[in-house]
């Protein structure tokens, strides 16, 4: 059965996907590879932002009320994730290298850790607060990662 | 469960740096002592050097970074908030450090009074760790392997801890106790015990995060940490009975477990995603392949005794799987750490206005890749001075004062650019 959990775990490990794509482009010095790649992880990554920040978070917090709980930890994280997808893509249209795999690596850690809350805490609860609503914000999620 | 979720209770960074700043240093007093005393360090497990530098690389290296990670991730990993990290940390530094120096003093000049002050002093600061680390651990349910594996390797903490305790007073007080039998119990409790079930338990968590594997798989993750700490447990009653066919069952039985863990590591590692071999990556392929040789032969000893009363076979057991197989571990999680932790809080001073640093400018990799030849050269000529004691002890003892030096240097760089880097975000900020 597809749940909350089970559907953004899935769209993690494919932007972990293409976010591998791109740092092997990179490894093996094709810039223009590596360009195209991240490219395609980054809107995968935005696209996941904003299905949570538009649909999962207002629909958990409606539900239970906590809007200053762990929905907000995460928005933060999102930006500080943003600001190193956009320090990432700078960095290759410089083509510096070294800058990139810098950044990336942070933003590999970041993401992981920011995923690891997610999928062991956040989603559960969603899964569990929204039965009602599941099929509903399954569908809208679906979408909301399709779209882009 | 909001505070797991934050980063926002994550410790200062004074408060784990402390340990991984000092850490290097005791491994470099080790290879000191291997330079002054050169080959006689060799020649048997229980001289009073040897154990100096055993506990120097254990205690004053192993446990100092594992005390300050936990510090650290107890928080993030498991959702346990310490109270008062810093305070915590301020009084298990000084215990740690000044501890340790005192224990290998003690063995080394052969002082029963400074034996005694250190395990004294070693015992009060792992207490207050215990305590303090207990309390937010245990009061936190098992929902992962990664917790329960914690909570087990504090077991393990307190049990290597305590009989190390023990230990020193006899040996300080002359106590009729089977000495080389509790001491091979002690070692068994510190390594597979403590550091193997911390191990395991942070491996399911950071393998596949530095290096994008698929994750451990849920059942041998939940029962690796159970089975060390039963066959640890299976030992111990061994060694009250006098059994030492039990206490063999019971070796071959942890270095069995701790293959399969090995093993699959390395095969999950084959399947990282990540086509870069940063440094991190290379240490934990040492790490692996070491304790593979290292377990094999602690199952060769315990199927053939007789093997393992070759001249060296100790020591050279010792050196591969300490030097070459949980060191290497640990440095190559601090080349991850220290660098994302230095981003983290300058990320958090810049307050979103400043960018942070990326990690490769605080910590380049080309530092943590020459550091780590410098280490596989350690490794290799500690394990050949076993055999060519005469010539290759104190080149040995160099080379690891060398590879030692150099983590300790690559660490002050990072922690010295993290502080520039801090004090211009201050000054712009205040601009």
Redesign the interface.
């Known amino acids: 059965m597809t749940t909350i959990r089970s559907l953004m775990t899935d769209d993690h490990r494919h932007c972990?996907?293409l976010?591998?794509v791109a740092?092997?482009a990179m490894?093996?010095n094709k810039i223009s590879t590596a360009a195209a790649a991240f490219a395609c992880f980054r809107q995968a990554m935005l696209a996941h932002f904003a299905a949570e920040e538009k649909t999962l978070f207002p629909t958990f917090e409606a539900k239970t009320g906590m809007s200053m709980?762990?929905t907000q930890?995460?928005r933060l994280e999102h930006?500080?994730m943003r600001?190193l997808l956009d320090?990432a893509a700078a960095a290759l249209a410089a083509g510096n290298a070294?800058?990139y795999?810098?950044?990336a690596?942070?933003l590999?850690?970041m993401m992981?850790?920011h995923n690891?809350?997610e999928e062991?805490?956040?989603y559960p609860m969603c899964d569990q607060h929204l039965p009602g609503e599941l099929p509903a914000v399954l569908e809208r999620l679906n979408s909301d990662l399709a779209l882009v | 469960?909001?505070a797991?979720?934050?980063f926002?209770n994550a410790p200062p960074f004074a408060a784990p740096l402390r340990f991984f700043i000092t850490a290097p240093l005791f491994a470099l007093l080790a290879g000191l002592l291997l330079l002054i005393d050169g080959p006689d360090l060799f020649a048997s497990r229980w001289l009073p050097a040897t154990l100096a530098a055993t506990h120097l690389m254990t205690v004053g290296f192993m446990l100092q970074v594992m005390l300050g990670a936990l510090i650290q991730i107890l928080p993030?990993v498991a959702g346990a908030n310490l109270a008062q990290p810093l305070r915590v940390a301020a009084v298990v530094h000084p215990c740690l450090s000044g501890g340790v120096l005192l224990l290998a003093a003690g063995f080394y000049f052969g002082q029963p009074l400074l034996l005694e002050s250190g395990a004294g002093l070693l015992g009060l600061g792992v207490l207050v760790f215990l305590i303090v680390g207990g309390r937010a651990l245990f009061a936190v349910p098992s929902?992962?392997p990664t917790i329960r594996g914690l909570k087990l390797a504090f077991f393990g903490l307190l049990t290597v801890a305590g009989l190390g305790v023990v230990l020193a007073l006899a040996m300080a007080r002359g106590w009729a106790l089977p000495l080389p039998e509790l001491t091979d119990l002690h070692a068994g409790l510190g390594l597979a015990g403590w550091a193997g079930v911390l191990l395991a338990a942070v491996a399911y968590?950071v393998v596949?995060?530095?290096q994008?594997t698929p994750g451990y798989p849920a059942r041998p993750g939940w029962l690796f940490p159970l089975l060390i700490i039963g066959l640890l447990l299976l030992w111990s009653l061994a060694v009250l009975l006098a059994m030492p066919l039990l206490v063999r069952v019971a070796q071959a039985g942890l270095a069995l477990a701790g293959l399969a863990f090995a093993g699959l590591t390395l095969r999950l590692q084959g399947r990282r995603?990540?086509?870069?071999a940063?440094a991190t990556y290379r240490y934990w392929q040492l790490g692996l392949v070491a304790s593979i040789f290292a377990l094999c032969m602690l199952l060769t000893a315990a199927l053939a005794p007789k093997l393992a009363e070759l001249p060296g076979w100790p020591l050279f057991f010792g050196i591969l799987l300490i030097a070459g197989g949980f060191l290497p571990f640990i440095i190559g999680m601090l080349y991850?750490i220290v660098p994302?932790l230095a981003?983290l809080h300058l990320?958090n001073q810049g307050q979103?206005k400043l960018?942070a640093p990326?990690?490769?400018?605080i910590l380049p990799?080309l530092a943590m890749q020459r550091q780590m030849k410098a280490w596989l050269l350690a490794v290799v000529l500690l394990l050949a001075a076993v055999v060519f004691p005469d010539w290759l002890a104190r080149p040995a003892g160099l080379a690891l004062m060398l590879a030692s030096g150099g983590l300790a240097f690559n660490l002050l760089a990072a922690l010295r650019r993290y502080r520039q880097h801090g004090a211009v975000i201050r000054e712009k900020l205040a601009a």
């Open positions: 972990d996907d976010f591998a740092e092997e490894a093996e709980g762990p930890v995460m930006t500080q600001t320090d070294d800058d795999l810098g950044v690596e942070t590999v850690i992981q850790q690891m809350k062991n805490i956040l | 469960m909001q797991l979720l934050s926002e993030v929902t992962s968590v596949p995060m530095f994008l995603r990540r086509a870069r940063d991850k994302f981003w990320q979103g960018p990326n990690m490769s400018r990799d």
